[in-house]
């Protein structure tokens, strides 16, 4: 009998739960092909990005030398399944790296046919969005179903904040219209004030852009 699901609470059960996610979706949906990795948690709003994977190995375990997977830490208020469709979408990226298949290209922004064919091989749909290609990635009804027995957390409740507001010009002139992005089609919008806008296409709120 699986225990209930629970709330993530604190960074030490994220990293045991998202290390925990990565071994089952390894073994169910890759065979266990995957290398281990190392799973962080940085923040990803000013990169319009759920997560990401770097492409060199650049954390070492022991002797061993692992690539990292980061989950940005101002998404995790998302659905868990969300979560999970994030995590899956970059141990695609990993199957790539390791079986040496060129699935992006322009810096690693635009997802090609090659990632699209990965992806719905390994559990995922996939959809096209105008500048970043197949990119837009969510759990197949299978896979959501598989997730239910699998996962063992209900929601993550820690995350860190994202900005709700612009930072202000210091040059003493009137403040220009803010600029709101999709994370996940590169789509925006416009406003002369703060507000909450919503990518109906995603299913997503819009991001606003800040300038680093």
Not at 52 to 71: A, D, L, S
Not at 73 to 90: A, N
């Amino acid at each position: 009998m699986s225990r209930p699901n629970r709330k993530v609470n604190t960074m030490q059960d994220l990293q045991i739960i998202m290390q925990g996610m990565f071994s089952r979706i390894n073994e169910h949906f890759f065979n266990n092909e995957l290398e281990k990795v190392i799973i962080t948690f940085e923040s990803g709003y000013k990169k319009g990005a759920f997560g990401w994977i770097h492409t060199v190995k650049n954390w070492k375990q022991g002797q061993q030398e692992r690539y990292n997977i980061n989950i940005s830490s101002d998404y995790l208020d998302r659905p868990r399944e969300q979560i999970v469709s994030t995590l899956m979408h970059e141990m695609c990226h990993l199957y790539a790296l390791q079986n040496d298949i060129k699935d992006t290209s322009r810096s690693g922004i635009y997802h090609n046919k090659k990632f699209k064919q990965i992806a719905e091989e390994h559990g995922l749909n996939v959809r096209e969005a105008d500048k970043i290609g197949w990119s837009v990635t969510s759990l197949k009804h299978d896979t959501a179903e598989w997730l239910k027995d699998n996962c063992n957390f209900a929601e993550i409740t820690i995350f860190k904040k994202r900005p709700l507001v612009a930072e202000k010009a210091t040059t003493g002139t009137k403040q220009s219209s803010r600029k709101y992005i999709c994370p996940c089609c590169d789509l925006i919008v416009r406003a002369t004030k703060e507000c909450r806008i919503k990518c109906v296409e995603c299913d997503v709120e819009m991001q606003e852009e800040f300038k680093g």
